[in-house]
């Protein structure tokens, strides 16, 4: 049996071993951007989009809120509540606008409204639900119905 130096068997262990991923620390208001597996390099979260936490990905503001800066940390704003909705604004706070007769919308910070369903309606304006709708039998309200 031949000995090797010990020099000799940690060099080849190392060059045996798997390369550890390492990981940039991006500061709020900024995510990683990989570049084919290696580290990537830390960017500034665009108009628009926010991150309050380190490490994190940027997100879209809610609706009713932006971030005309890039790099924010936070939206600002007041959110949109159920029954409303506000487009993605990057420069200025989105106006929540009440859904439509029709639409529904459940939760806060929604983007868009949402059709009723199949066999649902909704007659007002700004509601955070639909009602069912009492059909004859073999009928079905079609989405987004407004009147039973």
């Known amino acids: 049996m031949r000995c090797l130096p010990v020099w000799l068997t940690i060099l080849a262990s ?14 709020a208001g900024s995510t990683e951007m990989r570049r084919r597996r290696r580290i990537g390099i830390c960017k500034r979260c665009p108009p628009g989009t926010a991150n309050a936490q380190p490490n994190h990905a940027c997100l879209a503001c809610p609706g009713g809120t932006y971030a005309r800066l890039s790099g924010m940390t936070h939206c600002e704003g007041e959110i949109c509540t159920p029954g409303s909705a506000g487009p993605i604004q990057k420069a200025a706070p989105s106006l929540c606008a009440a ?20 066999g649902q309606h909704q007659v007002q304006k700004g509601q955070a639900r639909c009602e069912g709708v009492a059909c004859p039998v073999g009928a079905v309200a079609p989405p987004g119905a407004v009147a039973n």
């Open 14 to 27: 190392l060059l045996a071993a798997e390369p550890c991923e390492a990981r940039r620390n991006c500061p």
């Open 99 to 118: 859904c439509e007769p029709g639409q529904y919308q459940p939760g806060y910070g929604a983007h868009e409204c949402r059709l009723c369903g199949s």
